[in-house]
Every structure is written in structure tokens, then in C-alpha cells.
């Protein structure tokens, strides 16, 4: 493409690195900033650069976090016995609005992925089991619930985790998996629904 | 959506203000950017603020450019006896791409719109009549090409302008409108099709 003008250019250039954006886009964006009053650029690029600058992590569960300790680590309700897993960030959020769930997290920031070379060492696995033997506030871990993606890395992950978890006699549990409610038998992948039908619950009379 | 931190809740608010970009998109944006080195997110963010407090348009045809008259304008080899009108910045891109056209753009900054309240004074159609009235380089301007959208306020636009320019008697053209090289027949689109009959063009012996 030819741009008439280096400052377009070097935009468009920015804009297309962030995932999912090519030239066209980073095009008609540049062009909406140019539109916007300039506050809204200056919004945009004081946010961009306060997070970048600004945010640390969580020292315990590696979470985004303002403090040294998160929100959640740190809340006064949370069932500090639980540990649910997870690959990264977004989970967490994911997890937490749903409001299903009052353990602690632990992010492991990935999953176990020889081709792209990333081993147990990369992720926060040893974190997770310092958390395991030495808990935090003096409470002890009662349960590790694994909620992995279901890929084949995930289960590596969920694997090797298990392995480690089981030397320390930590009860380890995975999240379920079938068929999402509202969905169709008929449309659901094999795989699911065979996995579904080994795993079924029993309405039990207890 | 909860999030863990001020400070992402911010960028995610600032980057799915942008057109096209949800809240889901924009964490994952912003996530992505926290991964990545500084050096990423600083030159994003320069590079967006120097767009916004750099760019300024050329004074003759409103397309963006470094300098008060844009590099198409002040090209010695384009042919200055053509405009081409078009809506907006990307269409200039768009037709430099085809290595078509050499003559010089107009371009508008929008569509008449009556329903968003654009009427031909928010556009720049004064601007066009004064330079075939006085042309830059005192080259007259021997005709105007309309390459404006097909849709309604397109034609609405192509409609007034035509008959601005027929009154100071200007040759008027507008770009052909028919069946896309490579299409099919029969997944094209009535109107289209209808059009393309009646404005078929002869293989003339000549």
C-alpha cells in the first residue's frame, strides 16, 4: 500500500502488530482517530501506556494486579482451601463472572507446548506447588481444580500438574466437560459426546 | 465484566472505543500487549499520538498529507486536467493501488446524508467548485470523475454535484459500475446485472 504520508504509514504500521489486525484495519482505525477529537487519542494512548507502565502481578496467584497481592488473594470471603488452575488472564475474569466459583486462582501463563518450546520451567508450576507447601495465610489447600483447555497441550499441562500434585497427596480435580447447556446432541463433535456418556452423572437418591 | 485492576479496566474501555473493537477484543488487545516488550506499546502509542498532533490535509484536495499541499498534487507527471471525486481517504489508497489513474483526487470527507444530517456545506463540494473555477496551477480542469459509493446517498451526492458542474459546464464522468472481473453471472445481484445490460459497452469496429 502507499500512503500519502510517513505519519499514516508508521500508524497503520503500529496498529497492524496487535493480533487480529491487518493493514485495512489499522487503516480505517487510524483514520477514526484522525476523525475523533484529540482527546480521544490522548485517552487511548494514556491508558495504553499507564497499563504497560503501571500494572504488576499478583505475587502469589500471578494474576493481573494494582497490588503486590491481588483483590482476590487477598478477599476476606475467598475459601482459601480451593486452587482452581488456570492457562491465563482472561480465564480468570472468564471464571469469576460467572459466580460460580470462591477458591484463590493460579495462572500458569501457558501451557506446556514442546513445539513452541515451552516446558513446565516457563510456566508457574513450581509457584503452584510452593503455594501447596507453604500456604499463604497458614490455611492448607484442600483441592487443586484444573481448568485447562481441552487442546493437547491442555492436557499435558493438567498431566504433569496432576503427577506433581499427586506425590504431595493434593486432591486434584478437573472442570467438566459435554455437552454446553443449550447446545444439541446432533451438532455436538464426537469427542464430547463420547466423553460426555463415560463421564455421565448419576441423579443419585442420596 | 470484573476486572482485577484499574489499570486494564481503563485500556479496555479506551480500546473498544475504537470502531469494530468489543470489550473482548480489547482485553485481549491489551493483554497482548502487556506481554509483549515496552518497546512495543511505546511505539504504538507514539506512533498514534504523532498521527493525531501531526497530520494535516492538503489544502487543495483534503487528502491527508506531511505538507500543506500533498505529494499527488504537487506530482509533476499527474495529469491536472482529471478529478477524481471520492468519499473519503481510503479511496484515494484504493484507486493509487490500481496504478490506473493519474490525474488528481477530490476528496469529500463524507456522503450527503439527510438522515445523519450531512448536507452538501458539511462537505467539501465548495472547495471543488472553486478549483475548476480557479485551478492550482493554471491548468483548467477538463473533466471530474465521481467514484462515490452506489448507495443512496452516493447517488444523492453524485446527483448535486453533476449538476453543480454542468452549470459552469464541466465534463462530468462517473467510474462504470457492472460485474466484478472474475464474478459470476449467476450470484450477482439483479440490480447489478440489470445495470450492467443497459450500460453495456460496444465492441465497435472503429
Known amino acids: 500500500m502507499n500512503f500519502p504520508s510517513k505519519l499514516i504509514e508508521d500508524a497503520v504500521n503500529e496498529i497492524s502488530r496487535l493480533p487480529g489486525i491487518g493493514k485495512k484495519t489499522a487503516l480505517r482505525l487510524a483514520l477514526h482517530l484522525l476523525k475523533q477529537p484529540e482527546a480521544v487519542s490522548d485517552n487511548l494512548t494514556e491508558a495504553i501506556s499507564k497499563l504497560r507502565k503501571g500494572t504488576s502481578y499478583c505475587h502469589l496467584c500471578h494474576n493481573i494486579s494494582d497490588q503486590k497481592i491481588c ?45 513452541q518450546g515451552i516446558g513446565p520451567e516457563e510456566l508457574k508450576i513450581e509457584s503452584l506447588l510452593h503455594r501447596i507447601d507453604h500456604p499463604h495465610a497458614g490455611d492448607p489447600v484442600s483441592e487443586v481444580i484444573l481448568a485447562l483447555p481441552s487442546t493437547m497441550e491442555g492436557d499435558t499441562t493438567a498431566f504433569y500438574i496432576t503427577r506433581k500434585l499427586k506425590e504431595k497427596g493434593t486432591k486434584v480435580s478437573t472442570i467438566a466437560r459435554g455437552i454446553p447447556i443449550g447446545g444439541e446432541l446432533e451438532y455436538t463433535d464426537e469427542v464430547t459426546l463420547g466423553r460426555s456418556i463415560l463421564t455421565r452423572v448419576n441423579y443419585s437418591a442420596d
Open 71 to 115: 483483590s482476590v488473594c487477598q478477599g476476606a470471603r475467598r475459601d482459601r482451601s480451593l486452587i482452581c488452575v488456570v492457562e491465563d488472564i482472561p480465564d480468570v475474569l472468564a471464571i469469576e463472572n460467572t459466580s460460580q466459583y470462591n477458591g484463590l486462582y493460579h495462572v500458569l501463563g501457558g501451557v506446556i507446548s514442546p513445539i
